[in-house]
């Protein structure tokens, strides 16, 4: 597959694609809004990273990286990324860019945290996720999922020398 996975621009151009997906919300209208206001400059990176097939964005996802001092997920304590609003348009799902984009967020070498949508469990655990265990009271609501680069689950920081 030769579509490749880009950072995507906060430009009007942008925002008019991601209301075709439909995880557009708060965050989609606070960046329209600070384009508007001049708060950000035109072509500023976002959080945003997408595929394009053609000239159409056909799949995006959110990606954010988390301080470890505000880490609630991992044990230690440890820098991770948020991925979040992973969504292939109708039409475009199942040929893998759902996979390259999850692939595209491991490369970071960084465990990864997501929140599944019901049905969308399935997957995630075919990307090697795996669903949080341990204080689950404390995301009532949410779903969440984790992945741990090279299938190392504790990485123990040997500080007992
Ligand atoms: N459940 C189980 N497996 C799934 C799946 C699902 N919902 N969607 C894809 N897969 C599998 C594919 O069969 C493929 O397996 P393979 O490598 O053995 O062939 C693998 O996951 C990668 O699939 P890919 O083509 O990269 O998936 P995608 O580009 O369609 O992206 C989603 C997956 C879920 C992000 C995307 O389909 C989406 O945004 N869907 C809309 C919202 C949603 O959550 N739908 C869930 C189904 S109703």
């Known amino acids: 597959m030769a579509e490749k996975?880009?950072?995507l621009k906060i430009n009007y151009k942008t925002l008019e694609e991601f209301k075709q997906f439909k995880e557009y919300g708060l965050q989609e209208l606070s960046m329209l809004e600070d384009?508007?206001?001049?708060?950000?400059?035109?072509d500023s990176d976002s959080p945003f990273y997408g595929i394009y097939f053609g000239d159409k964005l056909v799949a995006r996802m959110s990606l954010y990286q988390r301080d470890a001092k505000y880490d609630r997920?991992?044990?230690p304590p440890q820098t991770y990324l948020e991925l979040w609003k992973l969504e292939v348009l109708p039409g475009y799902q199942n040929r893998g860019f759902g996979r390259k984009l999850v692939e595209f967020a491991k490369s970071f070498g960084?465990?990864?945290?997501t929140n599944a949508r019901?049905?969308?469990q399935p997957f995630w655990e075919k990307m090697g996720f795996e669903p949080v265990t341990y204080d689950m009271d404390r995301d009532l609501g949410e779903n969440p999922l984790v992945w741990y680069p090279n299938g190392v689950k504790e990485q123990k920081v040997s500080s007992d020398a």
């Open 110 to 113: 960084l465990p990864i945290k």
């Open 118 to 120: 019901v049905k969308s």
């Open 35 to 42: 384009l508007q206001a001049n708060m950000i400059e035109n």
């Open 5 to 7: 996975v880009e950072r």
């Open 73 to 75: 997920y991992f044990d």
